[in-house]
């Protein structure tokens, strides 16, 4: 598959649209988007500017994604439950891939300057836990609790963008790929759950930068227990959990219920059947699927974005144009920098 190809064929996916139905709608035969896609042939460029206005995209787009090295990054990874359908998660891992692209083309216009940086080691040599407190020193964030951890997040260069799934089967997604972190993440999902998701994708990013091991979900959950829970801190709370603190803790800590009991179990301080105990009572009162106190935590809201946004329009770049540097159709599909006034809260 030529580059090209793949950008067209990622594209389509990100669009939710199927061969057959974008043949149609840019007035070609399926068996020609076949070939385009699967870089046998190449369109010319009426048929390129076609296909790039039902993508949503410009040509301009489509010829520097095909051109930049590993345009296309499969695999991703994914915090997701297993139940999650296959075609969802593969549409959500083409939309981050396309968010990547449309940064990368951006950033010929724009130089994101960060406070920090987000390390890599190599998970061979670094303990998840290690990693999790060295990152926290690095970056000379506070002891105890992590409050506003999106913003720590943006402050280290990763983009972080927010929107809805349409599913609650997968939370979020990363990748690293040409020294640009990007975290994608369902807006759908409570304060609690979601602070939870950018700390494992943030050691994803961290721990599995360059090598994809076999125990990567597993690291990335120690990371993310570590980071938001550092056991020396924490220790003294749930060394004697009784059920009853739960609620408490949650409030402090931004973190589930679940999650407290599991960084309980995992250190040691609950035994089997006192974890199992725990779960039965979250199960009859409804709380492991929804649980209480999550709209009483500071919402994490991206600010990366907005403030690339505003200063775009601070150069008195029309809507047009912050649309077309961003390699959008339009303004209308700019779904990354949308119109000032427009933009989700």
Partial sequence: MTDLGEVLT????????????????????????????????????????????????????????????????????????????????????????????????????????????????????TAPQ??????????????????????WIEAAGCLVIEEPFGTTRVDGMSQWVNGQPLIFINSEVPTDRKRLTLAHELGHLVLHATEVVEEVEEQANAFAAEFLMPIEVIKPQIRNLRFEQLPDLKRQWGVSMAALIERAFRAGYLRPEQRTRMYKILSSRGWRTSEPISDELPPERPELVSVISDALHGRGLTENEVAGIAGFASPEVNRLFPRRGLRAV
């Fill in 130 to 151: 290690a990693a999790a407190r060295m990152v926290r020193m690095q970056w000379g964030m506070p002891i105890g609790p992590v409050r506003q951890l999106v913003a």
């Fill in 10 to 125: 990622t594209a389509r996916r990100a669009s939710g649209l199927t061969q057959e139905e974008l043949a149609t709608k840019a007035g070609v035969t399926q068996a020609a988007l076949s070939r385009w896609e699967n870089g046998l042939r190449e369109p010319d460029e009426q048929s390129l500017e076609i296909l790039a206005r039902e993508l949503g995209v410009t040509t301009r787009f489509i010829h520097h994604a095909g051109r930049v090295r590993g345009a296309m990054a499969v695999d991703a990874h994914m915090r997701r439950r297993a139940t999650a359908q296959a075609t969802v998660w593969k549409r959500l891992e083409a939309r981050l891939n396309m968010y990547r692209m449309h940064a990368n083309l951006l950033s010929e216009e724009i130089t994101i300057r960060s406070d920090h940086r987000i390390p890599t080691f190599d998970p061979v040599d």
